[in-house]
C-alpha cells in the first residue's frame, strides 16, 4: 500500500490548512490511520489517530482543540483539518498506518505501531 499526503503549504499563524491523505495499492478502511510530523532536528512525533470507523479520534495535546482529523471510507481518505496555526507546528506531515486491519487506534499514536509511512508534506507557519 502507499500513502500520499498532500495540502501542506505557507501559512501565516492563526491561519487553517488541510491536509490529505491517499492510500492506492489496497484499501484502508478498516485500518486506523495516524498522522504525524517532524520539525528539522526533532524525532518524528505523533499528532492525530482516527479508528477505522471514523467513531475513535486521539489528539496530542498540542493540537488538541485546533486540529480535526477526519476520513472518508469510501474514498480511501483521511484528513487533517489544521486551524489557529502557530510557528510551532511547522513541520513536514505524514500519514501512516499499521498492517493490522483490526488494531485497535492506540497502535497508531506511536511510531512503532507504524508499518507504512505516507510521503510527507511540509506545513509551514510563519509568525
Known amino acids: 500500500v502507499q500513502l500520499q499526503a498532500s495540502g501542506g503549504g505557507l501559512v501565516q499563524a492563526g491561519g487553517s490548512l488541510r491536509l490529505s491523505c491517499a492510500a492506492s495499492?489496497?484499501?484502508?478502511?478498516?485500518?486506523?490511520v495516524g498522522w504525524f510530523r517532524q520539525a528539522p532536528g526533532t524525532e518524528r512525533e505523533f499528532v492525530a489517530a482516527?479508528?477505522?470507523?471514523?467513531?475513535?479520534?486521539w489528539y496530542a495535546d498540542s493540537v488538541r482543540g485546533r486540529f480535526t482529523i477526519s476520513r472518508d471510507n469510501a474514498k480511501n481518505m483521511v484528513y487533517l483539518q489544521m486551524s489557529s496555526l502557530k510557528p510551532e507546528d511547522t513541520a513536514v506531515y505524514y500519514c501512516?498506518?499499521?498492517?493490522?486491519?483490526?488494531?485497535?487506534?492506540?497502535?497508531?499514536?506511536?511510531?512503532?505501531?507504524?508499518?507504512?509511512w505516507g510521503r510527507g508534506t511540509q506545513v509551514t507557519v510563519s509568525s
Open positions: 482516527i479508528s477505522w470507523s471514523g467513531g475513535s479520534t
Open positions: 495499492g489496497r484499501t484502508f478502511s478498516s485500518n486506523p
Open positions: 501512516a498506518a499499521p498492517t493490522n486491519a483490526n488494531a485497535p487506534i492506540v497502535v497508531v499514536t506511536t511510531t512503532r505501531g507504524i508499518d507504512y
